[in-house]
Nanobody
Framework: VQLVESGGGLVQPGGSLRLSCATSGFTFSSYPMSWYRQGPGKERELVSSISRAASAKNYADTVKGRFTISRDNDKNTVYLQMNSLKPEDTAVYYC?????????WGQGTQVTVSS
């Protein structure tokens, strides 16, 4: 199982970024996917999840209305569109899948929101 995040960077408050997580080594369309983040000095927290066919999506209250999760089962990729970014969104963002009782994580992508 491999998960590779990309799309992070430095953005000003109010800006947008689109994160991608390219996956391999498992049947992507058979598993829900999630995005987590870990800010400086903070615990890792769940940001958003999406069901196998994208029929159900969940968001943390802190990002609801600003972030949108999506997936492309043909490309084995999950996305996180982040709009109206705030300094408190600064974190390393990880995608994850739970398979066979094991949580697999990517290496993360850094998002920094600062003027």
């Amino acid at each position: 199982v491999q998960l590779v995040e990309s799309g992070g960077g430095l953005v000003q408050p109010g800006g947008s970024l689109r994160l991608s997580c390219a996956t391999s080594g498992f049947t992507f369309s058979s598993y829900p996917m999630s995005w987590y983040r870990q800010g400086p000095g903070k615990e890792r927290e769940l940001v958003s999840s999406i069901s196998r066919a994208a029929s159900a999506k969940n968001y943390a209250d802190t990002v609801k209305g600003r972030f949108t999760i999506s997936r492309d089962n043909d490309k084995n990729t999950v996305y996180l569109q982040m709009n109206s970014l705030k300094p408190e969104d600064t974190a390393v963002y990880y995608c994850t899948v739970r398979r066979g009782g094991i949580n697999y994580w990517g290496q993360g992508t850094q998002v920094t929101v600062s003027s």
